[in-house]
Each structure stands twice: as structure tokens, then as C-alpha cells.
């Protein structure tokens, strides 16, 4: 099973600063509950295929142990800053169903219990993991599988590269092959480095590439920019 090694877990910090981004959620979902669910990614991908279940979940079980960052929860109630912090163990939240004896209207109306439930779901920040899986069989060849993952863990390129990775690990779980993972970048080595970070070279940088420059440009998004109204309608209706 390739994995963190013992003296790789090691070298991993108990816990560490979050990235200016992870705060201005964690922010939100502190004192704004009602924003909790809009930082909770769902997916429902399906499978055409004869799965094998137990190698299905074994690749997802690999998956976890192999990157820290799925391990993670966030504890800031008696801290001054919000932290991570990484569990070594965690209870993989994954529910199968096998509807195939159910008729086919039955099963819609399974789906459908299934997604509203999804769609309602909701995580305990200082619980890992942050995430829930489910996979629903309703023929032989006929799967669907749901996850559901906090925004705080992954964004849309590297939630991709996950899914692709999980499915790739399950293949070489079924030949029986060794996988070989690409390496990857450790999240918290990046955030300590983001908290040490020193812009003064980037900031001369511009500031000499944009001499030239008068007066200085304003974008939109500024402090001090008017406020922009937006004609939902317009937007829904398609008419801009």
C-alpha cells in the first residue's frame, strides 16, 4: 500500500497556521452559519462499469493516508489565530447501497432522498475528515458515487486531480500493480512558507514596471470603488 511512511507522519506538524484564504472562510462559517453549506463541494460521478467495492474503497482509503491535507480539521474556539490540525487516524465516513433488486421507479426515488441529503449536509470543523462518500449500485454496470468535501481542503484543479488519482489507485488495486503516485507538494510546508513570505522584490518589481503609469489604475474591486449592483433578473433570464 503506498502511504506516508511512519517517519514521514513524523516530520508532519501536529498542527499549523492556515492560508489567508482558509481564514476568510473559517471567518465566514464562524459567524455567518447560514454561508456553512456554500463551502461544501458535491459531486455525483457515475460509473459504467462492474466496480469492484471493496478495491473501490481501499483506493480512497489509500488516497487519504497518502496526502495529510484530507486528514485535517480546524480548531480556533481557544486560539487567538485558527489552526490545522492533522489527525493520524481518522473514521472514513463511505455508505454503500446496492438498490439493483429495487424497480427503476423506486430507484429514482432513492436517488432522489440521497441528493437532498447531500445537498444538505454540513461538517464539524474540528472533526476530520471533511468529507462523506457515498456509492449507490443500481445494476451491475450502474453505480453512482457522491462526495462531499469541504472547500477548506481542496479547490476545483486539485479536486479533480484527486478523483482522477483515486480511480487510477483502484485500477492498479485490480491488476494487482504498485502505484506510483506523482509527488506532492505538502500544504502546510507551502503555509508556513506563505507565513515567512516577503513581498518587498515582487513589490519593486512593479513598481518599476509600472513607473510610467499616471494616474495609477483603478480595478473595480478597490476599497474605495463604487458599488456595482447586479440586475439579478438580467443574469437568470439571460438577457445580458
Known amino acids: 500500500m503506498p502511504s506516508l511512511s ?5 516530520k508532519l506538524p501536529a498542527s499549523c497556521p492556515v492560508s489567508p484564504m482558509q481564514k476568510e472562510m473559517l471567518y465566514a462559517c464562524r459567524h455567518f452559519p447560514a454561508k456553512k453549506g456554500v463551502y461544501v463541494i458535491r459531486i455525483m460521478v457515475e460509473y ?3 466496480l469492484d467495492v471493496p478495491a473501490f474503497w481501499e483506493a480512497w482509503k489509500q488516497l487519504i493516508e497518502y496526502h495529510p491535507i484530507l486528514r485535517s480539521a480546524f480548531v480556533w474556539d481557544k486560539k487567538d489565530e485558527p489552526e490545522h490540525q492533522i489527525r493520524q487516524e481518522i473514521d472514513l465516513d463511505c455508505v454503500y447501497f446496492d438498490y439493483r433488486k429495487k424497480t427503476p421507479d423506486e430507484q429514482e426515488v432513492l436517488l432522489g432522498k440521497i441528493k437532498r441529503k ?4 454540513l461538517f464539524d470543523l474540528s472533526k476530520a475528515p471533511l468529507m462523506s462518500m457515498i456509492l449507490v449500485r443500481f445494476k451491475d454496470q450502474d453505480f453512482r458515487f ?19 488519482e483515486a480511480y487510477e489507485r483502484y485500477l492498479a488495486i485490480l491488476s494487482n500493480k504498485k502505484f506510483f503516485p506523482l509527488p506532492a507538494p505538502v500544504f502546510f510546508e507551502y503555509v508556513n512558507w506563505l507565513a515567512d513570505y516577503s513581498n518587498k522584490e515582487e513589490r519593486s518589481f512593479w513598481r518599476n514596471k509600472l513607473k510610467g503609469f499616471s494616474p495609477p489604475l483603478r480595478f473595480p474591486f478597490a476599497i474605495n470603488a463604487p458599488e456595482h449592483k447586479i440586475d439579478k433578473k438580467a443574469i437568470s433570464d439571460g438577457s445580458h
Open 6 to 10: 511512519t517517519q514521514q507522519k513524523n
Open 48 to 50: 459504467r462499469d462492474r
Open 118 to 121: 447531500e445537498v444538505r449536509k
Open 146 to 164: 457522491f462526495w462531499s468535501i469541504h472547500h477548506l481542503l481542496v479547490e476545483e484543479r486539485s479536486f479533480i486531480n484527486l478523483l482522477n
